[in-house]
């Protein structure tokens, strides 16, 4: 079985996010599955020159858009095993970052259609074209409407997977024909419509054969009017096809045995300690090993939480904790950060920007790891959390939900903390339970670490759940 996944990210090349994770690390989990898999990725002008001095060119073909004729270099590099395919486009990549510009429709209308010009020219033919997020919703479409017809493409199949809900890639009508060279057939309530303009994410939903989504409460919240980003109805219409995988994380690359970039490795809860006051010296906090760290590696995006962490920022302080921020996102949330940390030198430490050494440091130093999130489709940061034994408080939604059970003192099970309802309060009184069981307990504590540090996210399972799905398609 040949898979070709096509994605807008994919580590270790290129990541703004979840997507970026499960793109590079999916493919080998499904390799060790027989799977022969392949990546098709933007070539960006951010991608290290590490990796593009390596990049072999295939050749170049010309792609349309719809009435144009735009340039398109197929590049590719081979990595553990994988073809990661690069498709070339100054004009439209040769910018900073990956999203954000005005022009994205056309962009990842350029890239979707790419996908399929490409196929004839890979080394292998894919059976089923793996997509992933809206940048890629248009490719079931447009292999229906421009491409079915010949033999080549007559019996590939595609699956879709759901991210993020949120970002649907909304753009005018015009685009339609303008830019995917769709006629007003594919614009109605069952197409690319929603509410008088194109979805990309629609079209990925509406057209493709599959439809999957990171976790198995993720998939029944989006079928619900609070979490269905006015997709709701058209979800419940389609859930014979939707299916939630829960996402893993990859245990070569995340594992503090061996991992590199943090200040000391370690196999047990004795070895945090270590990393705990390294992490403190690195951020000019007090080194007190009896005082809990609590860390948020995230965005600082309203879907994070952040606003009930601000409501009763004081009321955590004074529980007598360190609290340790890394992370981007809304202006106002950053410079709040800011002037808390100055607020409590000796307590806080605010780090407005992102680096994956510090975050693996801080997976590793910390003690509690805080996602109080309003809806989460998987989320990673708990996984990497409890593989470097800091114990996750959560909300109890998506694949939050999935991952974390709550310590339960009478049944002695659990590998975190949560709380159900958005609420500073509740989430409040869920640190004050963490926090008393840290410094009440500590062998308690201890169990509860090592527990979390042996526990296993990776692939393996979600591969082969992927796997099944691939050959029900092929049955078909």
């Known amino acids: 079985m040949n898979v070709l996944f096509a994605a807008?990210?994919?580590?270790?090349?290129?990541?703004?996010?979840?997507?970026?994770?499960?793109?590079?690390?999916?493919?080998?989990?499904?390799?060790k599955e027989n799977v022969r898999v392949s990546v098709v990725l933007p070539k960006y002008q951010d991608l290290n020159h590490l990796f593009t001095d390596r990049m072999t060119f295939i050749k170049y073909i010309f792609v349309p858009v719809g009435w144009r004729r735009q340039y398109c270099g197929l590049f590719m590099l081979e990595e553990a095993g994988v073809h990661y395919y690069f498709l070339d486009n100054e004009y439209y990549f040769k910018r900073s970052g990956c999203y954000g510009y005005d022009d994205d429709g056309e962009r990842f209308a350029f890239f979707s259609r790419a996908v399929l010009e490409i196929l004839p020219h890979l080394a292998e033919k894919p059976d089923v074209i793996h997509c992933h997020d809206w940048q890629t919703g248009p490719i079931s479409v447009m292999l229906k409407a421009h491409f079915r017809s010949q033999v080549f493409y007559e019996n590939i199949r595609t699956v879709f997977t759901i991210h993020n809900l949120r970002y649907q890639g909304v753009f005018p009508r015009t685009v339609l024909g303008d830019l995917l060279g769709?006629?007003?057939?594919?614009?109605?309530?069952?197409?690319?419509?929603?509410?008088?303009?194109v979805s990309y994410m629609k079209a990925g939903l509406a057209y493709s054969d599959l439809l999957t989504t990171v976790s198995k409460s993720y998939a029944n919240e989006i079928q619900m009017p609070y979490y269905g980003e006015n997709l709701d109805g058209f979800l419940r219409w389609n859930s014979a096809k939707l299916h939630g995988i829960v996402n893993g994380i990859d245990n070569e690359l995340y594992n503090p045995e061996t991992d590199k970039q943090l200040f000391s490795t370690y196999?047990?809860?004795?070895?945090?300690?270590?990393?705990?006051?390294?992490?403190?010296e690195y951020l000019h906090l007090p080194v007190k090993p009896d005082v809990p760290i609590i860390a948020m590696i995230t965005r600082l995006t309203s879907q994070k939480g952040?606003?009930?962490?601000?409501?009763?920022f004081h009321e955590i302080m004074n529980l007598g904790v360190q609290f340790v921020l890394l992370g981007t996102g809304e202006r106002n949330d950053e410079e709040t950060f800011r002037w808390l940390a100055g607020q409590y030198p000796d307590a806080a430490s605010a780090n407005i920007f992102f680096d994956d050494g510090l975050a693996r440091k801080i997976y590793a130093g910390s003690d509690l790891f805080l996602m109080p999130s309003s809806f989460e489709p998987c989320g990673i940061g708990q996984l990497l959390a409890m593989r470097y034994g800091s114990l996750p408080i959560v909300r109890e939604t998506g694949g939050l939900k999935d991952t974390v059970l709550s310590y339960n003192e009478f049944t002695d099970e659990g590998n975190g903390f949560s709380f159900t309802n958005y609420n500073a309060h509740d989430m409040l009184f869920t640190i004050k339970r963490a926090v008393h069981l840290f410094k009440g307990n500590k062998e308690k504590w201890r169990q509860l670490v090592e527990s979390a540090m042996k526990l296993d996210f990776g692939w393996e399972q979600s591969a082969k759940d992927y796997l099944e799905l691939y050959r029900s398609l092929l049955k078909n």
Do not use: M, W
């Open 8 to 31: 807008s990210e994919c580590v270790p090349f290129i990541k703004t996010g979840g997507l970026g994770d499960v793109v590079g690390a999916l493919p080998k989990a499904l390799q």
């Open 182 to 197: 769709l006629d007003d057939h594919y614009f109605h309530q069952d197409g690319l419509e929603f509410y008088g303009n």
């Open 306 to 312: 952040i606003d009930l962490v601000l409501r009763v």
């Open 267 to 280: 196999s047990t809860s004795d070895g945090k300690l270590e990393n705990k006051r390294r992490l403190q």
